[in-house]
């Protein structure tokens, strides 16, 4: 359901769609995005609902790139909205299914920050696996993101950013946290996103993962083996 205050954001003005960028399942030229002689490593901020914060990150760094991913399309227009009223230009959106538009879309080694902040927590056992921060999906941030990338993880489910830990140390060597524990709870933000801010009000702590990437290159992925090259019981 559209709330009364979304349903504004039904039609995108022209210059709100100036911010969005292109459909497609093509990889994206970054210099062409941002019209720079040479593609520029970006900030990707995925799932950014009400775009609070990358619209007030984006204003404070204008010298920087931005790139969000956001299924929700209403969310898509009412960020631009507020890109535009922040005067922060230097953001595109994308509305597209996040993995599908890291994997397919997103170059390797272009990010030198990626936040994750409250994605969807699932907390319900039968639904853990459609969370959306797995191990294949961590296997693509690994991927674009540049040596030296920051990686920010928030959740007020504890155990989804210790599933993201765990997940790490199923990529040995990629990622260095920025703390001397892995977590961290309750470190305060200079802009708090609207989920941060609804679950600091209702008493939840908050779980944070701060983390580096290294130059370790990906590992090439170990595909199963076919089962026509498995060996059969008799070999055993
Ligand atoms: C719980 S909200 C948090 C929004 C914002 N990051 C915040 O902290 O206020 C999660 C957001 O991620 C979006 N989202 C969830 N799964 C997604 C996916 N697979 N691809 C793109 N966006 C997704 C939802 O539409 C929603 O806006």
New binding site residues.
Partial sequence: MVSPGMRRYRTRTADQASLVGPEGTDQIDLAALFGTDAPPQIRL?????????LSDLAAVHPDEHFVG????RL?VTKTAHKCLKSHATNVRLFA??????VARRLPDACCRRI???????WPKLAHRRRR?VNLAFLREISRIAAPGCRFGF?SDTHGYACQVATNLSLLPGLWRSLWPELLRIDVPNRF???????KREEGCTIAQLRLERTALPLPPRIEPPAVADLPDDGDA
Avoid at 192 to 198: A, C, I, K
């Fill in positions: 901020e995925i799932g950014f609902g009400h775009g609070e914060f991913v956001e299924y929700d969310r597209d299914e996040a993995y599908r538009f936040y994750i902040l409250f994605p969807d927590p959306l928030s708090p996103t609207v989920f941060e801010r609804h």
